[in-house]
């Protein structure tokens, strides 16, 4: 029997407790809210999300959705890899996509970069094959992660989990209080009424607020930071048999016929940290400095970064960018189920959410 769905304060809510409320329709809300659904059918379950189904701004419509084989095969590798298989084009499941690391020197499985180029002629404006004369190659796998949190949370609302949608949540004593939002007729998002909610156990997936939230309602202090990502549009032209590609600290992922760039977070920003663009060649461009410096790294062995292909924008909101979580403990960033109290878990995908997320999300 499918569950109850409260996308609009017109709809009246008068549950008052649940066995399980999961705060975050991300990627790793709703593979909680999946798993949960499919191990303990017999528990009552709500998954609120701020926004709508998947949530609109966090970073999981901006995440890679790149899965490849760990260096160590794990289970929770493995269990991404097969809610990935299952779900298929649900989840904008592509397998068999190439991925190639450039290397300076030639390693076990490397060859040449003129052998890639000739296989992959679209590239030679891409990669200085001088500067990069190896590639090591693996088979890998691209999805959509918005897709895959749509088609989670459906699933799990199919199977009897509460959807409650353009809901704000707050952890309080013995469960959350729902403040329902709407929307005047001046456009501004305002408070429509505020519901207790009982709750055996509470998981908190709210991505890279998710820490601070917890911290603020229960007074407890988190290791895990946070860092402001960009992803720039490279309009190299590319085919859909054309790899991904991986150079150190920097993904470019084959994606609408060119590449986004997703560079890695280099630490977590400081707490208060606004994101404020940079300067290229004196000209004000919408990259922060810290993705400027990590394109600068790579524009003489991909020449592609410094020509007009690469998308800078004039301001922040030129530019796709998030807060991601990054969490502490292990080089990375992997994601993590951490609990902070008996009653309340921090659920947060990092880093490797993309490979590992699922996997983490099914520990419950």
């Not at 729902?178 to 509470?202: D, I, M, P, Y």
């Not at 606004?274 to 004196?282: E, F, I, N, Q, T």
């Not at 998030?322 to 993590?336: I, M, N, Y």
């Amino acid at each position: 029997m499918s569950g109850a769905v409260w996308a609009h304060v017109g709809q009246p809510f008068e549950e008052r407790a649940f066995d399980t409320v999961i705060l975050g329709a991300g990627r790793m809300g709703t593979a909680a809210a999946d798993w949960l659904r499919r191990t303990r059918p017999e528990q009552s379950l709500l998954l609120v999300e701020e926004g709508g189904l998947p949530n609109e701004e966090g970073a999981t419509l901006l995440a890679a959705g790149l899965w490849e084989a760990p260096a160590q095969a794990t289970d929770l590798a493995q269990r991404t890899l097969d809610c990935l298989e299952e779900l298929g084009e649900r989840a904008g499941w592509q397998p068999g996509v190439p991925l190639l690391t450039l290397e300076t020197v030639p390693g076990p499985q490397s060859f040449p970069t003129a052998e890639a180029l000739e296989r992959w002629p679209e590239l030679r404006g891409v990669i200085d094959p001088a500067l990069w004369p190896w590639v090591r190659a693996q088979e890998a796998g691209l999805y959509r992660p918005g897709a895959l949190a749509l088609a989670l949370g459906q699933r799990a609302v199919q199977a009897g989990a509460g959807l409650m949608l353009n809901t704000r949540a707050a952890l309080v004593p013995g469960g959350v209080q729902l403040s329902r939002l709407t929307v005047t007729n001046t456009h501004e998002v305002v408070v429509h009424e505020v519901h207790q909610v009982q709750a055996g156990q509470v998981i908190v997936a709210l991505g890279a607020s998710g820490p601070q939230h917890a911290e603020e309602s229960l007074g407890l202090h988190t290791r895990h930071g946070r860092a402001y990502v960009q992803r720039p549009r490279l309009n190299a032209p590319l085919t859909e048999q054309s790899p991904a590609l991986r150079v150190p600290g920097l993904l470019l992922r084959p994606q609408s016929g060119g590449y986004t760039l997703y560079p890695a977070p280099r630490a977590a920003d400081p707490h208060g940290y606004v994101p404020v663009p940079g300067r290229l060649s004196g000209v004000p461009v919408g990259l922060r400095r810290e993705v400027l410096e990590t394109l600068l790294t790579h524009m003489e062995g991909l020449p592609a970064l410094a020509s007009s292909a690469l998308e800078v924008g004039r301001s922040l909101s030129d530019v796709p960018g998030t807060w991601v979580a990054l969490p502490s403990g292990q080089p990375g960033h992997p994601p993590v189920l951490e609990r902070l109290s008996p009653s309340v878990s921090l659920l947060l995908g990092g880093e490797q959410a993309d490979v590992l997320g699922v996997g983490v999300a099914q520990q419950l």
